[in-house]
Every structure is written in C-alpha cells, then in structure tokens.
C-alpha cells in the first residue's frame, strides 16, 4: 500500500513534544503517542527482504500494532473478518445505533470503562429483551456491537453499532422465528427501554463508587447533584436508529470491515498540515439530508494543539473491548448456536447417516511474499534485526512493513 501523502504519525512527530510540554496525559495515551510516533520505523526494528527473481532487496520496518494507529488496523480488520464470515447466516440483517446524549457524554469521557461497559451492556439488554417479548419478535436474538466515541469533526460523540440478524430462535430452540420484512424492531419502544436502562445503571454505578469527577463536573460526586443532574434525561428523547436491512451478507461484510477496526481519524482523511494548522475532511451528517450534491462533505482546520487534543479523546482503556458479542453470538455458544440456526434455515439433504467425504488436503506450500516492486517476483526475508541493530545487509530501497 502506498504511503500516505500525511499521516498522523507526521503531526505528533512535528507538534507532539510541544502538546506533551502542555498538557497532562494519561498512560494510555503517552503509549498511543510513543506506539504512533515508532510505527513503522527503525525505533521498532524490521527485517530486509530481498526478491528471487532480480536481487532487489528492501528494509520493511515493524508495525506498533496499537488499536489506535491508522496505520495497523487494516491488516487486523482482514483476520477479523475472515474469521466472521464463516459466521454469517442466509438472512437479512439490520443495523441499529444507540447513542449517548452530550450530557452523559461529559460523564463518559472521565470515566470510559465504567459508562462504555454500561453503554454495550444497555444496548444490547436492550435489543435482546425487545426481541425476546412475544408483542414484538418472541425470539432469542444474537448480535455484534461496535464501540465508536467519535463524530466525523473528532468530537466526542459515544454511540455503539449493532448488527443484527433478522430474526432468532424460538425459545424452544426448535425453529427460526423471522421478523417482518424490512422492518426488525420498534425504534421508540427500544429508545425508551435503553434511557431507563442506562440511567438506573449510571446511577447505581454512581451509589456504589465507581465514578469518578474532576474539573468542571466535581460537584457530581454528590448523590443529589448528580441525581439532578441525571433528572432531565429521564424526560428527553434518547437518539437510537436503525437503518434498513442490508443487502445480502457481502454487504454485512463490507459493512464490518468499515467499522469494527476504524480508528478516530484515518490518515487518507488528512489533506494538509502547515502554517494554518491541520486540515482534513468530515461530513456534516445534520447537513447531509438538506444538501443536495456533496456539500455535506467538508473541510476543518485545526490547530495542531486542538487536533491531537481531539485526537486523544478517543484513547481506549488499555484491554477495554471496543467490539463484543452477545446472545446467541456470545463467545462459547456462538458456534453451537450458528451450527443450529444453519440446520433450521437450510436442511441438509444428506440422508442422516451419510458422511460428506472430506475435501483433500491442499498441497502446503511456502507462504506467499509480497511482489518485488522492480519485477513482480516474490520477496522473501533474508535478515531480521532489533530495535536499535543496524541491518547486516544493504537493501537497495526502504519499504514498509505490513504485518
């Protein structure tokens, strides 16, 4: 893959001693700064490859792997959805998203475990005990949900996609039970049992200390400031959407790989960094659906300082899980209850007694190397050094590395 043209690694590189002199940071965002700043360069070591066909040879420099870096997700989100698509079933699936209002947001943002476990385990609570109710589906439903803190300007903006198959399995287990066409479940009925949900369990998770408040939001640690403060949410609309069904299961997967391993902001977005600051793309969603043509699609400049300030916000809790499953997808039932649905929706035609014969065993191989840049030949590793080590051999160019 081509070099972008600017990375974030190029801002933190030029501004980030600067912002770091400035501004108290966490652990876990100093190692997305350092994790960022070393991708892909001799701080990480690397090894040379060299081609068969023509002796060209390249240094590919090691990846940091973080879950915050533009630069490592790709190949992450690849293995993920490999693993996926063995999971997908012959039905129609819905995506719904459940977001935060700005003012639990606020509370959100200084207690991220705490209120972003809350947030998953609400929505998909939520989604399940709809479902599960005779009125509406009367099924057992499995679901995906995906952790997102961020808006398109980088803003904070919590909210948690879900997809969902479109029906599940009758409480028996004994046949699948589909939702209507085109349409899977109530918005308002899941919009009202989700601010009920979440708010009873922020405010427990408040009585029983495991929330936190600094600066502006101190006085929360009082249980009636917060109890008022929570008041008016009881009596807002809460914002849950969902979209219609996809079609087909390549666009599920297509889907997934957009959004399960995106980060905040990815590189291809960026389009300058110089005297006036960083620019880059966003979409303004609230403009997008009184816009006629592209317009909605817009260009911010920010200073260095805001970028990587905004950029920070959407650090994650060291091993917090941004992508879970639940119901019937959750982990240790998932492959016995996607065996079941499969044998509900598409019967075998094998008599009960029949063994399928068993493919044959692919010839192995050596794995495949990337293509030489000079003559399409296969690369392979000659050399291996450490953070630190120069390499023994002298490579004809610099390369990166994609692992």
């Known amino acids: 893959m081509a070099r972008s043209a600017l990375e974030v690694a190029d801002i933190l590189n030029r501004h980030g001693d600067a912002f770091l002199a400035r501004h108290r940071l966490s652990r876990d965002q100093m190692k997305v700064i350092g994790a960022i700043r070393a991708c892909r360069t001799a701080a990480l070591g690397g090894h040379v490859a060299r081609c068969e066909g023509c002796d060209h040879s390249q240094i590919a420099y090691n990846s940091c792997r973080n879950r915050h870096c533009p630069k490592c997700q790709g190949q992450t989100a690849r293995a993920w959805l490999e693993r996926r698509q063995a999971d997908l079933l012959p039905v129609p699936y819905y995506h719904v998203v459940f977001t935060l209002p700005a003012s639990v947001a606020a509370v959100a943002f200084q207690n991220k475990a705490v209120v972003y476990d ?69 918005v308002r009925v899941l919009s009202r049992l989700f601010r009920r949900l979440f708010l009873d369990r922020l405010a427990e998770a408040h009585r029983t200390g495991r929330l936190a408040f600094h600066g502006e939001l101190a006085a929360l640690a009082d249980a009636d400031a917060f109890a008022a403060h929570l008041a008016p949410m009881r009596r807002t609309e809460w914002v849950v959407y969902a979209k219609r069904p996809f079609a087909g299961p390549e666009a599920v997967l297509a889907y997934l790989s957009r959004y399960t391993h995106r980060v905040a902001i990815a590189n291809s977005r960026l389009l300058a960094l110089d005297e006036h600051g960083v620019t880059f793309r966003w979409k303004d969603y609230r403009a997008r659906d009184r816009t006629p043509s592209r317009e909605w699609i817009k260009t911010l400049t920010l200073t260095p300082d805001e970028f990587i300030r905004r950029f920070l916000l959407h650090v994650l809790p060291d091993g917090f899980h941004r992508i879970r499953h639940y119901g019937l997808f959750a982990s240790g039932r998932r492959t016995a209850n996607i065996a079941r649905i499969r044998g509900l929706l598409v019967p075998s035609s094998l008599p009960c007694e029949a063994t399928p014969e068993p493919e044959p065993a692919a010839i192995a191989g050596p794995p495949a190397g990337p293509a030489c840049p000079c003559c399409g030949g296969r690369m392979i590793v000659v050399e291996r050094f450490r953070s630190g080590e120069v390499p023994r051999l002298r490579p004809s160019a610099v390369g990166l590395d994609t692992s």
């Open 118 to 186: 809350i947030l998953f385990r609400t929505a998909a609570d939520t989604l399940l005990t709809i479902a599960a109710d005779p009125k509406h589906l009367g099924a057992k439903i499995g679901l995906t949900a995906v952790l997102h803190t961020w808006g398109s300007a980088l803003t904070h903006h919590p909210h948690v996609h879900l997809v969902v198959p479109g029906g599940g399995l009758s409480p028996d287990g004994a046949r699948w039970i589909a939702c209507r066409p085109g349409f899977f479940l109530p």
